[in-house]
């Protein structure tokens, strides 16, 4: 019997070098070697004659470029958890499933997550700044006081596995855990993070100490903090956001925290990404904000895993089988 002939594999961007060589000895498969996002043509161009294209978050896979598709495309295994960047409806209506990556950026997330919880009350980033910039004097009773973590109120806005394993850490520093969802996790779940389910977010910001963002941006999630609920959130506390930067009304955000209506805020993401507003800067700058670029997934062990997953999914569909993780419609 004639072997099968491999799938033709678009990758967007340059990945782990294990997880190239794997896709070379599965697939036929075709890389990026400078890991620079494609343009809009170059990607347009590329998918006339592919099998699979292996986005990531910095490719817009809207309806517009999956019309230009070929009618080879058949798969589009994102390199990623959040599909935001895909029109997964469009893809679908086309006859393109869609893959993801889930569960295995759960817990370097979450540790990117609680080092921030943990470094803007303490304000260990300023501090770092300081030794830096050689102007330490020596330890003082009273100069870069912070703020005690233990006892305080954090509100976790999405409690899906991200939102779980934040919990599960806040917990051993003492952190009150509340949390607001579509729907309350299980009760099993409730009584182990000893977590308190507040129906009306706007209701539980008002209360909050710390306020840590882990949930998906979707239509839905557009602008959850607007600007009316950022107004709800006391002066003196702090947010963390880990998840995607259009989950925050940024330009207000930023305008309360110059304006000491919040106390601060440490971002991982940013509503326009890469591009980051200026007025950020400046406030990272005087110490009011901490402002990491998109680190929260960047580990090595969980690229691989990532890559892994990739891999597996485009095995499996073209084996003849529904691949593990497979996103619908529906899903979103």
């Known amino acids: 019997m004639a072997s099968r002939k491999k799938p033709v594999v678009l990758v967007t961007r340059k990945l782990p070098e294990r997880v190239e060589e794997r896709m070379r000895e599965l697939f036929d498969v075709r890389l990026n070697s400078k890991d620079w996002p494609l343009g809009a043509d170059d990607l347009a161009e590329g998918i006339k004659s592919v099998d699979v294209l292996v986005p990531t978050l910095t490719d817009r896979i809207d309806e517009k470029l999956i019309a230009q598709a070929g009618p080879r495309l058949k798969l ?17 209506a086309a006859g393109i499933t869609v893959t993801n990556t889930p569960g295995v950026l759960t817990e370097d997330t979450a540790d990117a997550t609680m080092a921030l ?3 803007m009350p303490r304000r260990i980033v300023e501090g770092a700044g300081v030794m830096l910039d050689g102007d330490w004097d020596g330890w003082s009773p009273t100069w870069m006081l912070g703020h005690r ?47 308190t389910y507040w129906e009306s977010l706007d209701q539980m910001l008002a209360r909050m100490d710390i306020i ?6 979707t239509p839905a999630t ?26 925050i009304d ?6 309360l925290i110059d304006s000491g209506a919040i106390a601060g805020a440490a971002l991982d993401v940013f509503e ?10 400046k406030l990272a700058r005087e110490g009011k904000v901490i402002l990491l670029p998109h680190l929260g997934s960047a580990t090595i062990e969980g690229r691989l895993a990532m890559g892994d997953k990739v891999v597996i999914n485009i095995k499996t569909f073209f084996d003849g089988h529904k691949p ?3 996103v619908l419609p529906k899903m979103l």
């Open 76 to 92: 589009i295994a994102n390199f990623g958890n959040g599909v935001d960047h895909i029109d997964v409806v469009a893809a679908a």
């Open 117 to 119: 919880i943990l470094a």
């Open 149 to 195: 973590i233990t006892g305080k109120q954090l509100g976790i806005i999405g409690m899906g596995r991200i939102g779980q394993a934040v919990a599960r850490r806040a917990r051993a520093f003492k952190l009150e855990i509340n949390y607001h969802n579509r729907r309350p996790v299980a009760k099993t779940i409730e009584k182990e993070l000893e977590a």
């Open 212 to 217: 840590s963002i882990n949930c998906p941006h």
């Open 222 to 247: 557009y602008h959850l903090l607007s600007a009316r609920r950022l107004k709800l959130i006391r002066k003196d506390a702090y947010i963390v956001n880990t998840a995607r930067g259009e989950v």
């Open 250 to 255: 940024e330009s207000t955000l930023t305008r």
């Open 272 to 281: 326009h990404e890469p591009a980051v507003n200026p007025r950020l800067l």
């Open 324 to 326: 593990p993780d497979r």
